[in-house]
């Protein structure tokens, strides 16, 4: 069963800061690959950030320094921490899941959260 929940989206004043989660069911979590993308309007579908189960983190250039992507195993949940957020950062956000880190043909994907970064 492959079930992927987002919340934490909201607005902010540019240079604020959110934390959005994910909740993944226990299948989901401990077999594969996590990420976080971004849609603005008008805009292609990009992956902000992404781990595995081995750990190791990426980040877009654009968004380096300023989120963290997490896990916490004991609640099978992905989070983003996004600080110092620009009007840029503007998008709806999606939690991607991935058995081999293919997320766009053979991944699941959650319904998204906005996030609005206000001048």
């Known amino acids: 069963d492959v079930q992927l929940v987002e919340s934490g989206g909201g607005s902010v004043q540019a240079g604020g800061s959110l934390r959005l989660s994910c909740t993944a069911s226990?299948?989901?979590?401990?077999?594969?690959?996590m990420a976080w993308f971004r849609q603005a309007p008008g805009e292609e579908r990009e992956e902000v950030a992404s781990?595995?189960?081995?750990?190791?983190?990426n980040y877009a250039d654009s968004v380096k320094g300023r989120f963290t992507i997490s896990r916490d195993n004991a609640k099978t949940t992905l989070s983003l921490q996004l600080n110092s957020l620009k009007p840029e950062d503007t998008a709806m956000y999606y939690c991607?899941?991935?058995?081999?880190?293919?997320?766009?043909?053979?991944?699941?994907w959650g319904q998204g959260t906005q996030v609005t970064v206000l001048t």
């Open positions: 226990a299948y989901t979590y401990s077999r594969g690959c």
């Open positions: 781990t595995d189960l081995l750990g190791p983190t």
């Open positions: 991607a899941a991935s058995f081999v880190c293919d997320y766009f043909t053979k991944g699941y």
